[in-house]
Nanobody
Framework: QVQLVESGGGSVRAGGSLTLSCVAS????????MGWYRKAPFKVRELVAA???????TYGDSVKGRFTVYRDSAKNTVYLHMTSLKPEDTATYYC???????????WGKGALVTVSS
């Protein structure tokens, strides 16, 4: 089992920056990567950013060029550095880790990010 705990959420002004952290514990060797999804009210869940165990990164189109995901494998921690934040970035951000052999997903409880205009 893997536990994911997010931190760093909060409220910022448009144009500001914020960094989220997610620490994984437990059976971390069963993870094939780590990343972030977000969910805003009345909108579909969307991929924000992710990094695989071999270092490949993926970004959602809406955040490309503004957000950066990076992982410290030694600390079992993934970070999401967000810049040039927009009100439409307001959402609950969930740390995510796919199960290495499929059929399972690990999820954090979420961190709320609000961006005011």
């Amino acid at each position: 089992q893997v536990q994911l705990v997010e931190s760093g959420g909060g409220s910022v002004r448009a144009g500001g920056s914020l960094t989220l952290s997610c620490v994984a514990s437990g059976s971390t060797s069963t993870m094939s990567g780590m990343g972030w999804y977000r969910k805003a009210p009345f909108k579909v869940r969307e991929l924000v950013a992710a990094v695989t165990n071999d270092g490949r990164t993926t970004y959602g189109d809406s955040v490309k060029g503004r957000f950066t995901v990076y992982r410290d494998s030694a600390k079992n921690t993934v970070y999401l550095h967000m810049t040039s934040l927009k009100p439409e970035d307001t959402a609950t951000y969930y740390c995510h880790a796919p199960y290495k052999w499929g059929g399972m997903d690990y999820w954090g409880k979420g961190a709320l990010v609000t961006v005011s205009s």
